[in-house]
């Protein structure tokens, strides 16, 4: 099992659309986690934390399961400059609470007119 | 609002050389790292450094990497001796903690292309 893994997609929405991207982890020792978003040859920028109780930040909402080991991000009414590569991101150290983040392969986002 | 800033934007070397690659972090951070991607594929953590000396890293970190922090502002990844898959995008990164959360902040990122 790889250690983050997302659907690369791409997915191809419409502006106004409500779309929802998932990722799964194998650290059972994580601690934290992350959505980070990467347009064309740029830097990670971090978009939300992800909390247990799940939380929400304008359009954008994220989830955690610990018990399946599974996260997810929700946006709604989509944007055009919502295009952009989303990044799981998880925890990686072998104590769970490092800097070392394991980056999943990312999920391709194009929103159309 | 405050940002790693990394210089070159983009190096070109010939295979063999040496590179360093520069960064300065946020200035109240006090956790350092590099990343680096291969075009096309995921970010990777190279290493993590703190209180001036290495915290973690990964099996690509080899002996011909090494790290710095040779004034209170810089922080460098030297690469002693570039090979051709060591082409990538480094980034650097800085984080307050290692808390719970504390997310990492990166910089613009250097293009290392190696001839």
């Known amino acids: 099992r790889k250690e983050v893994e997302q659907d690369p997609g791409p997915f191809n929405v419409p502006e106004g659309a409500t779309v929802a991207f998932n990722c799964t982890y194998s650290?059972?020792?994580?601690?934290?986690f992350f959505w980070y978003r990467q347009d064309c040859r740029k830097e990670p920028k971090l978009l939300m934390s992800v909390y247990s109780s799940g939380n929400e930040d304008g359009r954008f909402t994220a989830q955690l399961n610990r018990a399946s080991q599974y996260i997810s991000l929700l946006i709604r009414d989509s944007k055009l400059s919502d295009s952009a590569t989303y990044l799981c991101v998880v925890n990686g150290g072998s104590t769970g609470n490092t800097g070392k983040l394991i980056f999943g392969q990312g999920t391709t986002l194009q929103v159309k007119p | 609002e405050p940002e790693v800033t990394q210089t070159p934007s983009h190096q070109v070397t010939q295979m063999g050389q040496e590179v360093i690659l520069r960064c300065v972090p946020i200035s109240n951070h006090l956790y350092f790292y590099w990343y680096r991607q291969i075009l096309g594929q995921k970010v990777e953590f190279l290493v993590s450094f703190y209180n001036n000396e290495i915290s973690e890293k990964s099996e690509i970190f080899d002996d011909q990497f090494s790290v710095e922090r040779p004034d209170g502002s810089n922080f460098t990844l030297k690469i002693r001796s570039t090979k051709l898959e060591d082409s990538a995008m480094y980034f650097c990164?800085?984080?307050?903690?290692?808390?719970?959360?504390?997310?990492?902040?990166f910089g613009n990122g250097t293009r290392l292309t190696v001839t």
């Open positions: 650290n059972s020792a994580s601690q934290s």
């Open positions: 990164a800085s984080s307050e903690s290692r808390v719970y959360n504390s997310p990492l902040h």
